[in-house]
């Protein structure tokens, strides 16, 4: 997010679709040097960025450091703070989320038997939840 509201989001293909449903303008990396030139394009104009302390990782605290001079700001409490309010809209998205974890969950014993792997579980109950 930019100081005048606006904001942009760099995902993997993995996350791009996920990602798009935002509203929010999208840079898709499909390579990973990708990345790097995005953060020296982006970071080179700024002096300071917020990240969220309980989420960002190690190593990507390394690449932003890395590749630009910019102050980290810790912005974790306004999320926090934002995400603990909910709306009317929020809550009945959340409950549909769990009406079709729930089913996708109900259903999943069917796919389970000796022999199949966690991921390989966790990846049919995933695909189950979008298609509902």
């Known amino acids: 997010m930019y100081p005048d509201h606006s904001a942009e989001i760099l995902v993997s293909e993995l ?5 798009r449903k935002a509203d929010i303008p999208l840079t898709v990396m499909k ?12 970071l ?3 002096d300071k960025i917020g990240v969220n302390s309980t989420e960002i990782t190690y190593y990507a ?7 630009s001079d910019v102050e980290l700001v810790d912005v974790s409490d306004p999320i926090i703070d ?9 809550i009945d998205v959340m409950k549909k989320a769990c009406d079709i974890a729930s089913i996708a969950a109900e259903n999943i014993t069917d796919f389970i038997e000796p022999g ?3 991921y ?5 109950l995933s ?3 979008r298609k509902n």
């Open 61 to 67: 605290v390394n690449k932003i450091r890395e590749n």
């Open 127 to 129: 695909n189950r939840m």
């Open 120 to 124: 390989e579980i966790a990846a049919e």
């Open 116 to 118: 199949v792997k966690e």
């Open 44 to 46: 080179s104009s700024m």
């Open 82 to 90: 934002a995400r603990n309010i909910k709306d009317e809209k929020e």
């Open 31 to 42: 390579k990973r040097e990708e990345r790097e030139e995005f953060l020296k394009d982006k």
């Open 15 to 19: 996350e791009a679709e996920s990602a």
